[in-house]
């Protein structure tokens, strides 16, 4: 894969706990692809992927969106989100697709999906975030 904003960019422990990885992203079209890797760690007592693990991929699929799209620049601490489970998902592995639908000055609006290997969707979500600009080191 090409060279990404993410390759100088430390992983945090979350998304290495969920098995993050970037598969692409398009700049033109605001787009990301993140795989994931889910075991028996993230299971319900109903033997499914519990639904706290569905929101995180998903979350962790449309900042990386954000963040890719304005270069580095903007990134977004999430300040409401809704989720829809929309099918059991079992441990494998997952693809979230993400996308940035708006920026403004002090609000950014993304989507993303999660599908399972077979291709269903199984979870989608959206998210309302505070746009902070500069490095994600500087936190606030």
């Known amino acids: 894969m090409a060279a990404s904003i993410f ?3 430390p992983s945090p422990s979350s998304a290495r ?5 970037l598969r692409g992203f398009d700049a033109e079209t605001k787009t990301i692809e993140i795989g994931f890797a889910i075991d028996d760690r993230f299971l319900n007592p109903a ?7 569905l929101a995180a991929m998903l979350d962790d699929t449309q900042g990386p969106a954000l963040f890719a799209a304005t270069d580095g620049q903007v990134y977004a601490p999430t300040i409401d989100f809704h989720i829809v489970c929309l ?3 079992l441990p494998g592995r997952f693809l979230g697709r993400g996308r940035v639908v708006n920026v403004g000055k002090t609000i ?3 989507e ?3 599908f399972d290997e077979g291709g269903d969707l199984v979870a ?3 998210f309302t975030g505070r746009v902070r600009e500069g490095a994600m080191a500087r936190r606030d």
Request: a negative charge; zero cysteines; aromatic letters at 12%.
């Open 7 to 9: 390759d100088d960019f």
């Open 17 to 21: 706990l969920l098995g993050w990885e």
């Open 47 to 53: 033997g499914t992927v519990q639904g706290g693990f």
């Open 87 to 89: 099918r059991p998902a």
């Open 108 to 110: 950014a609006v993304t």
């Open 112 to 114: 993303a999906e999660l």
């Open 124 to 126: 989608r979500g959206t």
